[in-house]
């Protein structure tokens, strides 16, 4: 299988449960959604510039980096054609898979694989225009590895949020993040909303590389 290389690059995990450790990632250029805050359009069309790589270049890619996370991103992986195969030539290294999806493509593709990808599923909140196209059964079938990621860039975001936390109990079920939109949202706002509903077990996070590096750096 060929699959589309936007980019691939050793950074440090800016989001996720993983934040801050070193990491490997790959960007697979492609995705039919158009959120309003997109920060990489640059590999939103399936035609973006990039490397054409097999399941094994991109193997061997990752196992020269020496790094052990591996973050899978776009675009929208899940949306690239043969990614099931792609994650069982993975889950063959010493490494951890960690996928980003935008909650639009239904994940279960990723299941029945040793060792299992981890998921980090985003809900996507009013702001960003693509709230409809979230599929319901991404939220009930995670597992307790897994993350749900509110980026939310008003305060109907965060309220929406609150809902969909409580709608599908997904405090029981997986991690859950809420990540202000650079720009959009305050951290400051984020943080008085978790407090203010003493939202236990929910984690704010800030992008780490928008702050370590400019905020429109690419290949960070
Ligand atoms: S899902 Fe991700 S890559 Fe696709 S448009 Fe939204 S932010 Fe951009």
């Not at 640059?42 to 193997?59: G, H, K, N, Q, V």
């Not at 990621?149 to 405090?171: C, H, M, N, P, Q």
Request: overall charge negative; hydrophobic content about 40%; aromatic content about 6%.
């Amino acid at each position: 299988m060929i699959y589309h290389v936007a980019e691939k690059f050793v950074s440090i995990n800016g989001e996720g449960e993983r934040a801050g450790e070193p990491a490997v990632f790959i960007r697979l250029a492609g995705c039919p959604l158009r959120c309003s805050y997109c920060d990489t359009v640059y590999a939103m069309s399936f035609d973006a510039p990039c490397e054409l790589m097999t399941e094994d270049d991109i193997a061997a890619y990752i196992a020269d980096t020496g790094i052990n996370n591996v973050t899978l991103t776009g675009g929208e992986p899940l949306a690239a054609e043969g990614i099931r195969e792609l994650l069982i030539r993975l889950s063959q290294l010493p490494v951890r898979v960690e996928i980003e999806t935008s909650g639009a493509f239904d994940v279960s593709v990723c299941r029945g694989i040793s060792p299992a990808p981890v998921l980090t599923v985003d809900y996507k909140l009013p702001s960003s225009g693509m709230e409809s196209r979230m599929l319901p059964g991404n939220y009930t079938g995670l597992s307790h590895e897994d993350t749900v990621k509110f980026t939310a860039g008003s305060k109907e975001d965060l309220e929406r949020a609150l809902e969909v936390i409580r709608g599908y109990d997904l405090l029981s079920r997986c991690h859950v993040h809420i990540s202000p939109v650079w720009g959009k949202l305050s951290p400051r706002e984020a943080v008085e909303f978790i407090l203010h509903h003493r939202l236990n077990g929910v984690r704010m996070q800030l992008q780490i590389h928008k702050i370590v590096w400019s905020p429109d750096q690419k290949g960070v």
